[in-house]
T-cell receptor, first 120, second 105 residues
Framework: QIQLVQSGAEVKKPGASVTVSCKVY????????ITWVRQAPGQGLEWTGW????????NYGPKVQDRVTLTTDRSTTTAYMALTRLTSDDTAVYYC?????????????WGQGTLISVSS | IQMTQSPSSLPVSVGDRVTITCRAS??????LSWYQQRPGKVPRLLIY???TLYRGVPSRFSGTGSGTDFTLTISSLQPEDFGTYYC?????????FGQGTKLEI
C-alpha cells in the first residue's frame, strides 16, 4: 500500500517562493512517477507537472513551466515542488499523486493536498 | 491538447442516467481518464484507458470512446455521486484536464 503525505498549508506574499513536499510511504520509490496537480478556489483541476523518481526526468504545465521545479530525494522518498515569483493566481490546493501500472492493472494514490495562499 | 467537457453543469436526480462528454482537440487514442471530486475532497480516479473501471468503483460507472470523443456514463445516479467530474488526457505531455462537469441536485 502506498501513502502520500504532504507538507502543511502556507501563506506567502506576492513575489515569494514556496516548496511543497510529498513524502511517499511504500516500496520501490525509484519506480514511481510523481504528478502534481493544483486547484484554485472554486476552479477546476490543473495539471502542473510530473517527475520520474527513477531518472529525474520532468515535464511541466504551461502556466507554471517558467517558475516551477520538481525534484525528488531518494534517500527520504520525498518529492518536492518549488514555485517561485508567486502571485495571487497561484493560490490553490496543490496535490501530488502517483499512478503505476503493472501488466494487468493501474493503481493511483493521492496526497491530502496542501493549501498555498498568496496574499499581501 | 485542449480538453472540452460538456455540459459544464447538469441538474440531475437520484436514479437518472447521466452522460458526460469530453472532446480532445486532437486524437489521443484511448489515453483518457475520468475523475470524480466531491467538495473538499481529493480527486478520485474512476476510469482509465477510456473504459477500464478502476478498482473499487461501482459498475454503474462506464466509459467509452477513442480518438477525440469520449463519454462517461452513470447508469443510475446515487446520492454519493454528486460532485464534479473531470476528464484527463494522458496521451502526451503536458497532460490536461477538462474544465469539469458539476452534477447538481
Amino acid at each position: 500500500q502506498i501513502q502520500l503525505v504532504q507538507s502543511g498549508a502556507e501563506v506567502k506574499k506576492p513575489g515569494a517562493s514556496v516548496t511543497v513536499s510529498c513524502k511517499v510511504y511504500g516500496d520501490t520509490f525509484n519506480n514511481y512517477m510523481i504528478t502534481w496537480v493544483r486547484q484554485a478556489p472554486g476552479q477546476g483541476l490543473e495539471w502542473t507537472g510530473w517527475i520520474s523518481a527513477y531518472n529525474g526526468l520532468t515535464n511541466y504545465g504551461p502556466k507554471v513551466q517558467d517558475r516551477v521545479t520538481l525534484t525528488t530525494d531518494r534517500s527520504t522518498t520525498t518529492a518536492y515542488m518549488a514555485l517561485t515569483r508567486l502571485t495571487s493566481d497561484d493560490t490553490a490546493v496543490y496535490y501530488c499523486s502517483i499512478r503505476y501500472c503493472n501488466t494487468t492493472s493501474c493503481f493511483e494514490y493521492w496526497g491530502q493536498g496542501t493549501l498555498i495562499s498568496v496574499s499581501s | 491538447i485542449q480538453m472540452t467537457q460538456s455540459p459544464s453543469s447538469l441538474p440531475v436526480s437520484v436514479g437518472d442516467r447521466v452522460t458526460i462528454t469530453c472532446r480532445a482537440s486532437q486524437g489521443i487514442r484511448t489515453d483518457l481518464s475520468w475523475y470524480q471530486q466531491r467538495p473538499g475532497k481529493v480527486p478520485r480516479l474512476l476510469i482509465y484507458a477510456a473504459s477500464t473501471l478502476y478498482r473499487g468503483v461501482p459498475s454503474r460507472f462506464s466509459g467509452t470512446g477513442s480518438g477525440t470523443d469520449f463519454t462517461l456514463t452513470i447508469s443510475s445516479l446515487q446520492p454519493e455521486d454528486f460532485g464534479t467530474y473531470y476528464c484527463l488526457q494522458d496521451y502526451n505531455y503536458p497532460y490536461s484536464f477538462g474544465q469539469g462537469t458539476k452534477l447538481e441536485i
